[in-house]
Structures are given as C-alpha cells and as structure tokens.
Nanobody, 113 residues
Framework: VQLVESGGGLVQPGGSRRLSCAAS????????MSWVRQVAGKGFEWVSSIDKGSVTPLYVDSVKGRFTASRDNAKNTVYLQMNSLKPEDTAVYYC???????WGQGTQVTVSS
C-alpha cells in the first residue's frame, strides 16, 4: 500500500489549497478514506472521512463549511479542498485508508501572512 500526499505549502489566511492523495497497492474503490492532521507538538486530529461511494463526507466541526473531501476512483485519488484557511489550520495533513494503519507521509500546510 502506498499513499502519496501533495499540494501542501504556504498560504495566506483566507486563501485556498487543494490536497491530493494518490493511492496504490490496494483496491481503492472498496475503501473509505480519511484525512488526519497534526499540529506541531500536538496529537493527531481527524479532519474528514469519505466513504467508498463518496456519499456525504464527514468533517470535524472546525472545518465544516470550509473544507470539502472528494475522491476519483478512476484515478485512485482522494482530495481535500480547503477554503477560507485560518492560521489554526496549520498542520501536517495525512491521508489514511479508513480503519487501517495505512497512512501517507504527510504534507505540510502553513497558513500565515
């Protein structure tokens, strides 16, 4: 199993960023996928999950209305569109195969002016 995140970087408050997670080594379309983040020096926080059918993604309250998870099963890729970013969104973002210990290497998102 391989999960490769991309799309992180430095963005100003109020800006947008789209993260991608390219998956391989398993039957992507049959698994739910999650996004988890870790603020430096703190624990992991679940951000969003999207099931295999892309039906009603779930979000932590702090990102509802700002973040949108989606997936393209033909491309074996899951996305996290992040809008109206805030400094408190600064973290390393990981994708994960839901319910497993398969994680990507993470991508840093820094929200700062």
């Amino acid at each position: 199993v391989q999960l490769v995140e991309s799309g992180g970087g430095l963005v100003q408050p109020g800006g947008s960023r789209r993260l991608s997670c390219a998956a391989s080594g398993f039957t992507f379309r049959t698994y739910g996928m999650s996004w988890v983040r870790q603020v430096a020096g703190k624990g992991f926080e679940w951000v969003s999950s999207i099931d295999k059918g892309s039906v009603t993604p779930l979000y932590v309250d702090s990102v509802k209305g700002r973040f949108t998870a989606s997936r393209d099963n033909a491309k074996n890729t899951v996305y996290l569109q992040m809008n109206s970013l805030k400094p408190e969104d600064t973290a390393v973002y990981y994708c994960r195969v839901s319910g497993t210990n398969y994680w990507g290497q993470g991508t840093q998102v820094t929200v700062s002016s």
